[in-house]
C-alpha cells in the first residue's frame, strides 16, 4: 500500500475508532431486566462512547435464573440492541465469576463430577494413625454471599475418600520399600494402608502397621467436594459438561449474531477452589485439584517414580529434588491447560468465535508477582504459565486492580507479543478503599479525571482495550452493607450511576480509543527484556525472591521511562542475534535481566546466556542465580559460575544510571523521545507499518520531553486525540523540546514523506497558525471569592430543587450537604462594561465542570487544568449569568450513614475560581505550537 494511502486509511481509524479499541464495561446484570431497560442501558453505553460489552449476572441476580429462557431471551434482545448499533458482544462464560460452574448447573445431576482434590496425610514415626482436619476454603474470605454461591447451602462438605499414593520415607532422605528411587523417595505403596475414614470435614488415617524408627509416611488421598458447584478442571468429562451446560445454551440462543456481533468468548479466573488444612506441612500450599486421567497421565511420565516426584512437589531442597518439582508442575499445568483451555477454545472456533479471558494473576494490582492472593498457591491452577495460557487465546486479556501503574498492561502484551499478537484487554476493577474504608467497599469516590489517568497509563504499557468493571443495571439499596450480595457494594462503582458519567465520559472514551488507534500499529522501542522466571517460581513458590525481584526490575525499568517487555525461557530457544541486540521473532533488545532466577529449563539455556553475552547482548542478573536445571545433571551451579564473569550481576536492581544506559541511542538511526531525568513524562514509541514513527507522551504533573531526530529532513504532525484533527508543526533542528501541561497528551508522528498533505507546514490540518490564533495577553487574575449560590436541580435524588448561598474555599460537604452527590449548578453574576474575551481557572475543584455563560454552554472540562477561555462572543455589556456546573462522584451518596467511610469526600468547588480579561487578541503570527529547538515553551 503507498504510504499516503496507508496514511489515509490510518486517519481514518483514528477519527472514527472500532470497537475493539473503544472501551468496553461488564454489564452487570442483578435482576431479570425488560426489554425497555435492556434497550435503553444498551444506548446509554453506546451514547457514552462504550461500544462493547459483556453481560454478567452478579451474586444478586438469583442463581436458579442463570442461563434459563428468560435469561437467554434477555440476552437476545441485548445483542439484537448492539446489533443495530454496530457494537461489539463477548460472551462472559459463567455467573458472577470464577469460569467453570455455570452456576452449578454443570454438576447438577452430576454428583462425580465436582471438583476433587489432592491432600496429604504425614505420619510419625511409631504411629499408626493420622488425621486430616479443618480444611478450610478460600472462598470464606469473600463472605457468606460467595460461600452461597460456590457451595450448596453454603457449607463445605467432602465425600468419597480414597488413597492415591503412599510411602514411608526415612529421616535420611531414603526410603524403604519395594522399590527405591535414586533421589532416596519410595515407591508407591498403597498397601501401607489399613483404611481411611473419611467424613464430611476431613478423615483419618490408619496403617496397616505403624511407621518405623527415623521414618515418616506420606498419605495421598483424595476426595470429592459434594457441596460445590464447580467442576473438577483437571477432569475432561467434567470440562465437557461444563460447555455443554454452560456454553451451548448461548450457541443455541444467539447462535445467529456468532462470528458477527457477538464476536469472542470469556473466561474468567478458571481455577478450582483453594483449600488449606491444619495438618499441611510443606512447600505446596493448597490441595490439588485431581482425577484419575491426572494420574494415569503421571503414571505415563513416571512410571513407578510418580511417589518420589510427589514427595518432591512438598519437600527437600537439594537440586535433585528441585528438578522433579519443576517437572512435575510443567506437566500438572500442561494438562490442566488442555484439558480446560483447550476444550473452551476448541469449542468457541468451532462456533466461529474467539477465544479471551484471563486467569488469576498473582501481580494484579502492584508490580511483584505476589502482590494479590499470596494466601493461594496458584502453581495448581495452570502453574502460573502465564505465556502457556495465552497459547489457548486469540485475544489477550488481563485484569488491573486500582487506579495504579503496575505490572498486568505490560504482561499481558508481553505474552501477546510472544504469540505474535499485541495489546491486551485489560478488565479494570477498584477493591482497595481509601484511608478509612472497608475492603470490598470498593471506590465509589472515582473521578473521570483519576480513570482517564489510569486509562492512558494502561495505554502506555500495553492496553488495547479497557474493560470497565463494571455498568451497573441498578445503583443497589441502602438497606444493609453486605458486600457483594448489595449491589451497591459489589466492586464499585456503577460507572453508570457516577454523575459525571453521562455528560463527561463520552470524551475520555473516544480520547481513549484514538489514543489505542494511534499506538495499535507502533512496534514499542522496548530495549530490555526481563526473562519471567517460571521454573524458579515452579521451585519456589510464588512467594519466593524472584517475586519481589522481577517487580523491582519491572518497577525500576518504568520509573526511568526504560522500555520493556517479559520474555519466556521458550523464547530462548529461537533467539537470533543482530548487531549486539537479541530478536526473538521482530522483537529486538539489547539487554536481558535475570530477576533472582534459580531454576533454568536445562544447561542449554545456559549456553543460549553465554552465547547472547558474547555476542554482546548484555545480560543482567540481581539476587539468586542459578543453581538447578528442570532436565539434566545438576550442574546449574557450576554452569554459572563459569558464564558469570560475562554477566552483569547486582545485588539488587540498579541504580537509574545503569538502567538508563541499557536504552538504545537511537538518534543517529531513528527518531525517539528522551525524558530528562526527573520529569514525569510516560511515553510509548516506535515505527509503524507505513515508514513512520509514532510517539504518545502524557504527563500526569506536567512535564518536559525532547524528541530526537537524526539528520532531516523530518516532518512532525500531532495527531490531536481529543477531536481527531492533524496538523502539522514545524521545528528547527534536533532535539525537538515539548512541554506538557499538566494532564496533557500529545501524539506525535515523525515522517520523511514530503508529499503528503499533513506534511507541508504551509497546508497544515487544523494548524492553529494557519488559522491565526495564538495566545493572547491577559490581565492579572481577579479571585471570585464572593456571590456565589448554588443550585440543585429539581429532579435531583438528594436536596432536589435547593438554592442556596454557599462558600467556594471548601467543598459543599463541608457546609451542610454531607450526603449529597448529585450534579450542582455554582451560580454568580459577572458585571462587563465592554464583553472581551475571559479566562476562567478552577484553581481547586472535585468533580467534572461544564460552564455556561448566559444560558449558553462553553464548554467543559473533566480533568485538570480546569481552564477556559469564554469567547466575547458569550457575553454582553452589563451584568453576566456565570454557570459552573460540577459533577463530582457519587461517593457522599452511596457511603452515607454506612460506617465503610472515615468521613464525606470533597465535592465541588474548594478554592476561589480565577478571572482574567484580554488585553489584546492574538496576532496571526503567533506560534501555536509549543515546539522549539533550545528553550522550551509553553503550549497555549
Not at 448447573?105 to 510419625?124: M, N, S, Y
Not at 457477538?262 to 499441611?280: G, K, S, T
Not at 512541554?739 to 508522528?749: P, Q, V
Not at 451584568?879 to 467511610?901: D, F, K, Q
Amino acid at each position: 500500500m503507498p504510504a499516503s494511502s496507508a496514511r489515509e486509511t490510518a486517519l481514518e481509524r483514528f477519527r472514527n475508532p472500532d470497537p475493539w479499541h473503544a472501551p468496553a464495561a461488564y454489564w452487570f446484570w442483578h435482576r431479570l431486566p425488560d426489554e425497555d431497560t435492556i434497550r435503553a442501558q444498551v444506548r446509554q453505553m453506546h451514547g457514552a462512547g462504550i461500544r462493547s460489552f459483556q453481560v454478567q449476572a452478579r451474586l444478586s441476580y438469583p442463581i436458579g435464573g442463570y442461563l434459563d429462557d428468560d435469561y437467554l431471551a434477555a440476552c437476545r434482545v441485548a445483542v439484537g440492541t448492539a446489533a443495530e448499533l454496530g457494537m461489539v458482544v463477548g460472551i462472559y462464560d459463567d455467573y458472577n465469576w470464577q469460569t467453570g460452574h455455570a452456576a452449578g448447573r454443570a454438576v447438577t445431576g452430576h454428583d462425580e463430577l465436582r471438583e476433587r482434590h489432592l491432600f496429604w496425610v504425614r505420619i510419625p514415626a511409631g504411629a499408626s494413625e493420622g488425621s486430616l482436619s479443618g480444611i478450610r476454603s478460600a472462598t470464606e474470605n469473600l463472605g457468606p454471599a460467595a460461600m452461597d454461591w460456590h457451595y450448596e447451602g453454603g457449607v463445605v462438605a467432602w465425600a468419597d475418600w480414597r488413597v492415591e499414593y503412599a510411602l514411608v520415607v526415612k529421616a535420611a532422605q531414603s526410603m524403604e520399600g519395594k522399590e527405591e528411587g535414586e533421589h532416596g523417595v519410595a515407591a508407591e505403596r498403597p498397601e501401607l494402608v489399613d483404611r481411611v475414614d473419611g467424613a464430611a470435614d476431613g478423615c483419618r488415617v490408619r496403617l496397616a502397621a505403624p511407621v518405623p524408627d527415623g521414618a515418616e509416611a506420606i498419605v495421598f488421598v483424595s476426595a470429592r467436594c459434594a457441596t460445590s458447584r464447580l467442576v473438577n478442571p483437571v477432569d475432561p468429562v467434567a470440562v465437557d459438561r461444563f460447555i455443554e451446560a454452560g456454553y451451548q445454551p448461548f450457541a443455541d440462543a444467539l447462535g445467529d449474531f456468532f462470528g458477527s456481533t457477538v464476536a469472542y468468548m470469556f473466561f474468567d479466573q478458571p481455577h478450582a477452589v483453594y483449600y488449606d488444612w491444619a495438618e499441611r506441612t510443606g512447600d505446596l500450599r493448597s490441595a490439588m485439584p485431581f482425577h484419575e486421567s491426572l494420574a494415569v497421565s503421571i503414571r505415563e511420565r513416571w512410571g513407578g517414580r510418580a511417589p518420589q516426584v510427589l514427595a518432591a512437589v512438598l519437600d527437600g531442597d537439594d537440586p535433585e529434588r528441585l528438578s522433579l518439582r519443576a517437572q512435575f508442575y510443567e506437566h500438572f499445568s500442561g494438562h490442566a491447560m488442555e484439558t480446560f483451555l483447550g476444550r473452551l477454545r476448541a469449542w468457541s472456533h468451532a462456533h466461529g468465535l474467539r477465544q479471551s479471558g484471563h486467569e488469576v494473576l498473582g501481580h494484579v494490582g502492584g508490580w511483584a508477582l505476589d502482590t494479590a492472593f499470596a494466601n493461594w498457591d496458584l502453581r495448581v491452577n495452570f502453574g502460573l504459565d502465564h505465556f502457556g495460557v495465552d497459547g489457548y487465546r486469540d485475544l489477550t486479556a488481563v485484569d488491573a486492580q486500582d487506579a495504579l501503574v503496575q505490572l498486568s498492561p505490560v504482561f499481558g502484551d508481553s505474552v501477546a507479543r510472544h504469540h505474535g499478537r499485541g495489546g491486551t484487554m485489560v478488565e479494570q476493577y477498584f477493591v482497595t478503599p481509601p484511608e478509612g474504608g472497608t475492603p470490598w467497599s470498593g471506590h465509589w469516590g472515582l473521578t473521570l479525571q483519576e480513570l482517564r489517568t489510569t486509562a492512558i497509563n494502561h495505554h502506555l504499557q500495553g492496553m488495547r482495550q479497557m474493560i470497565f468493571h463494571g455498568f451497573y443495571q441498578t445503583h443497589g439499596h441502602g438497606e444493609d452493607h453486605e458486600s457483594l450480595r448489595n449491589p451497591r457494594f459489589d466492586f464499585p462503582p456503577g460507572i453508570n450511576f457516577e454523575p459525571w458519567f453521562a455528560d463527561h465520559h463520552p470524551r475520555f472514551a473516544l480520547e481513549s480509543a484514538r489514543l489505542s488507534e494511534f499506538l495499535e500499529p507502533v512496534s514499542p522501542q522496548s530495549d530490555v527484556a526481563v526473562l519471567y522466571p517460571l521454573r524458579t517460581v515452579w521451585t519456589a513458590g510464588q512467594l519466593g525472591e524472584q517475586a519481589t525481584a522481577l517487580g523491582d526490575w519491572a518497577r525500576a525499568l518504568s520509573a526511568s521511562r526504560v522500555g520493556f517487555h517479559l520474555v519466556d525461557e521458550r523464547d530462548l530457544e529461537t533467539a537470533v542475534v543482530e548487531d549486539g541486540a537479541v530478536c526473538f521473532g521482530d522483537r529486538r533488545y539489547r539487554a536481558l535481566v535475570l530477576p533472582a532466577v534459580t531454576t533454568l529449563r536445562s544447561a542449554a539455556s545456559l549456553r543460549r546466556l553465554r552465547r547472547l553475552a558474547e555476542s554482546g547482548v548484555r545480560v543482567l542478573a540481581s539476587g539468586a542465580t542459578p543453581a538447578v536445571y528442570q532436565d539434566g545433571p545438576q550442574t546449574a551451579a557450576e554452569d554459572w559460575a563459569e558464564l558469570a564473569p560475562a554477566v552483569e550481576v547486582f545485588h539488587a536492581v540498579p541504580g537509574e544510571a545503569v538502567l538508563r544506559g541499557l536504552a538504545a541511542r537511537r538518534e543517529r538511526t531513528a527518531p525517539t523521545l528522551r525524558v530528562p531525568v526527573g520529569s514525569p513524562v510516560r511515553w510509548r514509541g516506535g515505527p509503524d507499518p507505513a515508514g513512520g514513527f509514532r510517539f504518545a507522551c502524557f504527563a500526569e504533573a506536567g512535564g518536559t520531553v525532547e524528541l530526537l531526530l537524526p539528520d532531516g529532513p523530518w516532518h512532525i504532525e500531532e495527531w490531536e486525540a481529543a477531536d481527531g484533527t492533524v496538523r502539522a508543526l514545524a521545528a528547527a533542528g534536533s532535539p525537538v523540546a515539548l512541554r506538557l501541561e499538566e494532564n496533557a497528551l500529545r501524539l506525535l508522528r515523525v515522517h520523511r514523506d514530503a508529499g503528503s498533505a499533513a506534511g507541508r507546514a504551509d497546508t497544515t490540518e487544523g494548524s492553529a497558525a494557519a488559522a491565526g490564533h495564538g495566545t493572547p495577553e491577559w490581565s492579572a487574575p481577579e479571585p471570585l471569592e464572593s456571590g456565589w449560590l448554588l443550585e440543585i436541580p429539581e429532579d435531583a435524588s438528594e436536596e432536589a430543587g435547593t438554592r442556596r448561598a454557599i462558600a467556594v474555599t471548601r467543598g459543599w460537604e463541608r457546609q451542610g450537604l454531607t450526603a449529597f452527590a448529585g450534579t450542582a449548578d455554582y451560580v454568580r453574576r459577572i458585571e462587563l462594561d465592554t464583553p472581551v474575551p475571559l479566562e476562567l481557572t478552577l484553581p481547586a475543584v472535585a468533580g467534572a465542570v461544564a460552564v455556561a455563560v448566559n444560558g449558553v454552554r462553553v464548554t467543559e472540562r473533566a480533568w485538570a487544568p480546569y481552564r477556559v477561555t469564554i469567547p466575547a462572543g458569550a457575553l454582553r455589556p452589563g451584568g453576566n449569568e456565570l454557570r459552573v456546573r460540577i459533577a463530582p462522584s457519587a461517593a457522599n451518596r452511596y457511603y452515607a450513614g454506612t460506617g465503610l467511610r472515615a468521613g464525606p469526600e470533597p465535592c465541588g468547588l474548594l478554592a476561589p475560581p480565577l478571572l482574567r480579561h484580554a488585553l489584546r487578541t492574538p496576532h496571526p503570527g503567533a506560534s501555536p505550537d509549543g515546539f522549539g529547538s533550545g528553550p522550551l515553551r509553553e503550549r497555549p
